[in-house]
């Protein structure tokens, strides 16, 4: 609707036309390339790059008047709330990178600003001395993450106590617990008291109204777990429904 196509009439109608359209816009995005930086980058480009501007510019204006999300978009968003330091009370202490072969631009860039904010962000990347060129681009990412402040280490290839890989040694000691931590059980079990199964429905509803409104937490968060599910049905659903849940 906006200028219309030219260098691209013939090529809209072609089978793969949008396929094509995607991959480009995908690749945009993972380098973290916006409509107006690319507008600003290809202000001087021909009939073609223009053309591409429209589209990838008419794509973002159609997800932001439909409220949608592409692949990429959380990626964007995380980066601009840490920038913004929104969320950071709520961050974890530590982040395990696990079974990526390599990273685009904007997941380097959530790594980065996830180290800024203060977590500890651990990546594991498979290398071989032996085989540069194979590796040529983890290189290229370990480089790049090292200027942005990551620092290397080295894992050995074996451990001569377990035998088990290095690095899947550190994932286990980094993101597996073995054992639980031991947390206070004070006030996690209520028991309450009911003459039969009737007026224990009546109380189990009074009760998770009154802690849906002291928590705050949503609906989607409840399960309700009973014995015997044909006799609670039928009247749970009639006791919930009544109280509006």
């Not at 949008?18 to 409509?35: D, F, M, N, S, W």
């Not at 204006?61 to 995380?78: A, H, I, K, M, T």
């Not at 106590?161 to 286990?172: G, Q, R, Y």
Request: one cysteine or more; charged letters at 30%.
């Amino acid at each position: 609707e906006n200028g219309g196509f030219h260098y691209f009439r013939r090529m809209t109608a072609r089978r793969g036309w949008l396929k094509q359209v995607e991959a480009r816009i995908g690749e945009l995005k993972r380098a973290g390339v916006r409509p107006e930086r690319l507008d600003q980058l290809w202000a001087d480009r021909g009939e073609k790059y223009r053309e591409l501007i429209r589209v990838y510019q008419a794509y973002h204006e159609l997800l932001r008047r439909d409220g949608g999300v592409d692949q990429e978009e959380p990626y964007f968003q995380v980066c601009e709330a840490l920038r913004r330091e929104a969320g950071w009370q709520s961050l974890p202490e530590q982040v395990v990178v696990e079974q990526f072969t390599e990273l685009t631009f904007m997941q380097q860039q959530v790594l980065i600003q996830l180290v800024t904010a203060g977590v500890d962000v651990s990546l594991h990347l498979v290398w071989d001395e032996k085989r540069p060129r194979l590796f040529r681009e983890t290189a290229r990412t370990v480089e790049r993450l090292r200027q942005r402040g990551f620092f290397v280490r080295k894992m050995p290839q074996r451990l001569q106590v377990t035998e088990k890989a290095a690095p899947l040694n550190h994932l286990e000691q980094q993101a597996c617990v073995t054992s639980p931590a031991p947390v206070s059980a004070e006030g996690k079990v209520e028991v309450l008291a009911a003459s039969d199964v009737d007026h224990e429905v009546e109380r189990v509803t009074a009760r998770l109204r009154e802690w849906l409104r002291d928590s705050g937490a949503a609906l989607s968060e409840v399960a309700l777990v009973c014995a015997d599910p044909e006799q609670y049905e039928s009247r749970l659903v009639s006791k919930l429904q009544r109280a509006g849940l």
